[in-house]
């Protein structure tokens, strides 16, 4: 069985496991990829794609046309080849999809992961595109439960075809241990400043008043982002982008971490999230639809009202003063993700759901 993965971002093969990485960033020579590695059937070929083999496309896509075009269409060629095709992006594999159902082949199961949420296209000919391609897809799987809701609004027709999956990381990545704490707390961004409500977290910070510092890690030019616009509290650091090793060191040696994030309906933060979790760390996190399935307010995180800079300077100042408590919630954290949020029972799932296609 041969089984082809198209994912949106660069992935590297190397000789052997690199645990300062993601697994989705490497392929080992001679291995399989990212949760495939857990599948237990010894006849399966996995085949991936990632923007390092298109380098141009992805440059005329990202700066152009904004829009996942060229990617389907110059991989559409190649799907003949294989009995089962993965998509990790919705665009990509509506397009894909499309493509199929019009030109072919037909009757390749396609599963597309929609972490951008489908239901947000409000477009009416974005929404005619998606149901044309909708009965070439054979499973959607979603790691956000907030967007069955809009499934049901505005795609009906998926039905039983839409499938939540919890998002699991690789727990070996994240070595939980011993570090000495600094005086600080730590805030990690993301390579689209959307994606972070850094005014919030800057309010908030502000009004604790502590000598805490709060160190925030993001993009090398993170300075010409929301934050660097923005007048620094006194205490505030920033950091530029750093891999997941350094990231890991960091997290270990402040006190907690505060995540402070934007109402979207649809699938992020997960994996900064419960990466941090893993690490035995307390996470302050905004109560939003992406990340309210991964944990439980006030055993394994602390949730905080979105946009309300004053109850986040609550739950700051409750962790600062508390040390215990804020050890406690750590502890739970990781024995949650170890239970629940593996990378093992990510694609036990999957593999699940998929078994009878093909």
């Given at each position: 069985m041969?089984?082809?993965?198209?994912?949106?971002?660069?992935?590297?093969?190397?000789?052997?496991?690199?645990?300062?990485?993601?697994?989705?960033?490497?392929?080992?020579?001679?291995?399989?990829?990212?949760f495939?590695?857990?599948?237990?059937?010894?006849?399966?070929?996995?085949?991936?794609?990632?923007?390092?083999?298109a380098?141009?496309?992805?440059?005329?896509?990202?700066?152009?046309?904004?829009?996942?075009?060229?990617?389907p269409?110059?991989?559409?060629?190649?799907?003949?080849?294989?009995?089962?095709?993965?998509?990790?992006?919705?665009?990509?594999?509506?397009?894909?999809?499309?493509l199929m159902?019009?030109?072919?082949?037909?009757?390749?199961?396609?599963?597309?992961?929609?972490?951008?949420?489908?239901?947000?296209?409000?477009?009416?000919?974005?929404?005619?595109?998606?149901?044309?391609?909708?009965?070439?897809?054979?499973?959607?799987?979603?790691?956000?439960?907030?967007?069955?809701?809009?499934?049901?609004?505005?795609?009906?027709?998926?039905?039983?075809?839409?499938?939540?999956?919890?998002?699991?990381?690789?727990?070996?990545?994240?070595?939980?241990?011993?570090?000495?704490?600094?005086?600080?707390?730590?805030?990690?961004?993301?390579?689209?400043?959307?994606?972070?409500?850094?005014?919030?977290?800057?309010?908030?910070?502000?009004?604790?008043?502590?000598?805490?510092?709060?160190?925030?890690?993001?993009?090398?030019?993170?300075?010409?982002?929301?934050?660097?616009?923005?007048?620094?509290?006194g205490?505030?650091?920033?950091?530029?982008?750093?891999?997941?090793?350094?990231?890991?060191?960091?997290?270990?040696?402040?006190?907690?971490?505060v995540?402070?994030?934007?109402?979207?309906?649809?699938?992020?933060?997960?994996?900064?999230?419960?990466g941090?979790?893993?690490?035995?760390?307390?996470?302050?996190?905004?109560?939003?639809?992406?990340?309210?399935?991964?944990?439980?307010d006030?055993?394994?995180?602390?949730?905080?009202?979105?946009?309300?800079?004053e109850d986040?300077?609550?739950?700051?100042?409750?962790?600062?003063?508390?040390?215990?408590?804020?050890?406690?919630?750590?502890?739970?954290?990781?024995?949650?993700?170890?239970?629940?949020?593996?990378?093992?029972?990510?694609?036990?799932?999957?593999?699940?759901?998929?078994?009878?296609?093909?």
């Open positions: 041969n089984i082809l993965m198209l994912v949106p971002w660069e992935v590297d093969t190397v000789a052997e496991d690199d645990v300062s990485r993601q697994s989705a960033n490497v392929l080992v020579r001679g291995g399989r990829y990212w495939f590695r857990h599948l237990k059937r010894g006849d399966v070929n996995i085949d991936v794609i990632g923007k390092r083999e380098p141009l496309i992805d440059h005329i896509e990202k700066r152009l046309l904004r829009f996942h075009l060229l990617y269409l110059a991989v559409s060629g190649r799907v003949r080849k294989y009995d089962m095709v993965f998509c990790f992006h919705s665009q990509i594999g509506i397009v894909l999809a499309l159902s019009v030109f072919g082949p037909r009757g390749i199961p396609l599963i597309i992961f929609d972490v951008e949420g489908l239901g947000r296209k409000h477009n009416w000919w974005q929404r005619a595109l998606i149901k044309k391609a909708l009965p070439a897809v054979s499973k959607i799987f979603y790691f956000c439960t907030a967007q069955k809701e809009d499934y049901i609004r505005y795609f009906p027709e998926i039905g039983e075809r839409a499938v939540f999956v919890p998002f699991g990381i690789d727990v070996s990545r994240y070595a939980a241990g011993r570090a000495v704490e600094e005086d600080r707390i730590i805030s990690i961004g993301h390579q689209d400043a959307s994606f972070r409500d850094w005014g919030t977290l800057l309010e908030a910070y502000a009004l604790v008043g502590t000598k805490t510092s709060l160190l925030i890690v993001g993009k090398e030019d993170f300075g010409c982002c929301a934050v660097g616009r923005r007048r620094l509290p205490g505030v650091e920033l950091a530029g982008r750093v891999g997941l090793g350094r990231l890991n060191d960091l997290v270990l040696r402040s006190k907690f971490v995540l402070s994030l934007p109402e979207r309906r649809h699938s992020f933060a997960q994996m900064t999230l419960l941090c979790m893993a690490l035995g760390k307390a996470v302050i996190v905004s109560k939003v639809s992406g990340v309210i399935d991964y944990a439980e006030g055993k394994t995180a602390l949730f905080t009202r979105p946009y309300d800079a986040m300077r609550d739950k700051i100042v409750s962790l600062l003063r508390d040390p215990g408590r804020a050890a406690a919630i750590g502890a739970d954290a990781r024995r949650a993700v170890e239970t629940r949020f593996t990378e093992e029972m990510m694609a036990a799932s999957i593999f699940n759901a998929v078994s009878g296609l093909g």
